[in-house]
């Protein structure tokens, strides 16, 4: 009987073990410091290799895709620097950088409401966020000043 109880007992050392490894094993790290945005699975839902799990908000690299028209692109530039401002942080000036300007002009985008401006083509600017990172906030409204 002892003989047996040390028997059980070593096997549960050894399952004990296997389920630590299958712990780390599926244990999800993210590669970047961030914050969940969205969880794309639900619990006992299966996931196949290389699928997101989870959608991670990057807070050092937050930006703003604005649009401007063909008029401003010679004034504007990669790597400029920008002011942008919020309705919501009133004293804050927010510093920013222009990180890409599309090379293709585009119809304004369907949230302008008049037939004159949805006529107008555009380029779409992508401006990076310097600073003040803890107060701005995933769709947030933010007025981008170009020099």
């Not at 004990?16 to 780390?24: A, M, Q, W």
């Not at 401003?72 to 790597?79: D, H, N, R």
């Amino acid at each position: 009987m002892i003989k047996s109880a040390s028997l059980g007992a070593k096997q549960a050392e050894k399952n004990l073990e296997l389920s630590k490894i299958n712990i780390d094993k599926y244990t999800l790290t993210s590669p970047i410091d961030g914050i969940v945005e969205t969880v794309n699975y639900d619990k006992g839902e299966f996931v196949q290799t290389g699928s997101p799990i989870v959608t991670i908000l990057d807070k050092n690299n937050m930006y703003v895709k604005i649009f401007v028209p063909e008029k401003v692109l010679p004034s504007i530039k990669i790597g400029q620097n920008v002011v942008l401002k919020s309705d919501f942080l009133k004293d804050k000036n927010i510093k920013g950088k222009i990180v890409y300007i599309s090379p293709e002009a585009e119809f304004t985008p369907m949230n302008i409401v008049t037939k004159e401006d949805r006529t107008k083509l555009v380029f779409a600017v992508k401006v990076k966020i310097l600073d003040n990172l803890d107060s701005v906030k995933p769709g947030m409204l933010l007025d981008v000043l170009l020099d």
